[in-house]
């Protein structure tokens, strides 16, 4: 049970990691200061991009990845 347990645990660890990295930047730089306005036309479909959809599977990866470690600290 633990062995599963601790598997499973790699493999969310894994996946966070992968998720966070295919993630692109928030910052916009200077650009972005300047034309901040531009962005409130674009926030709308902004749910449908692959980022907001990384952004989603990273918190219940995260999620997932802290109830496990909970779990083996509990048994272990």
């Known amino acids: 049970m ?10 969310s660890a894994v996946a966070i990691t992968a998720i966070v990295l295919f993630q692109s ?3 916009a730089g200077l650009s972005g200061a300047i034309a ?11 749910a449908k991009t692959v980022d907001a959809k990384l952004a989603r ?18 048994i272990g």
């Open 36 to 46: 901040g306005v531009a962005d409130t036309f674009l926030a709308k479909n902004k």
């Open 57 to 74: 599977y990273t918190k219940y990866v995260a999620l997932v990845f802290v109830l496990l470690t909970l779990v083996l600290n509990i």
């Open 2 to 11: 633990k062995t599963a347990l601790t598997i499973l645990q790699l493999i």
């Open 25 to 27: 930047g928030k910052s």
